[in-house]
């Protein structure tokens, strides 16, 4: 079975063959990713990979939580977030019981093997193979204390939010 995932190596510049049309041209997103739990993660992801795959520009500026998602030290550790999470539907008391945060991100990463979606690091290297430009937070990185040598090498470059602004102009901004 092959799913939408698997064909998104699309080169950088390149665009996917049945998408390959002028309402691609000179389109671009820019996702801001703020929160690093596995549930949070793929969303961004998962955007700029479609993006990248209908040949749209996709920027992506990990910030504050989202930090989680391109650590060298976390980014396989990533786990569902339950408690107050109103899509986990279930008590908030129940949600806060020791393991029950566990479960739901075994269950959530044996769904996502399932359905044969790529890993979060996975995604990251599709991402960057196929064009799109990642970026940290330099002030959340300073608020941190994480050093440059912590991030998974798709990083192209520790940015401030202006510099994120300028590469982002005339984009669609999505945060998650």
């Not at 549930?39 to 989202?66: E, H």
């Not at 996975?122 to 300073?142: F, I, K, N, V």
Request: aromatic share 6%; glycine share 8%.
């Amino acid at each position: 079975m092959t799913t939408a995932l698997e064909t998104a190596a699309v080169p950088a510049g390149a665009t996917s063959g049945a998408n390959n049309d002028a309402r691609a041209t000179n389109r671009k997103v820019a996702i801001i990713c703020s929160k690093g739990s596995l549930d949070m993660a793929y969303p961004g992801l998962i955007l700029a990979n479609a993006a990248r795959m209908m040949g749209i520009d996709a920027v992506l500026f990990f910030t504050f939580w989202g930090m989680d998602i391109i650590r060298e030290s976390t980014v396989d550790k990533l786990h569902a977030g339950v408690v107050g999470n109103p899509g986990a539907h279930m008590p908030a008391m129940l949600a806060g019981l020791p393991g029950v945060e566990g479960l739901a991100t075994h269950m959530m990463k044996r769904k996502i093997a399932e359905i044969d979606v790529p890993t979060v690091r996975e995604l990251l290297e599709t991402l960057s193979d196929a064009g799109a430009e990642l970026y940290a937070c330099q002030m959340a990185m300073e608020m941190m204390g994480i050093a440059r040598e912590e991030l998974v090498p798709q990083v192209q470059d520790v940015i401030t939010a202006m510099e994120f602004f300028e590469k982002s102009d005339g984009a669609q901004v999505i945060f998650i």
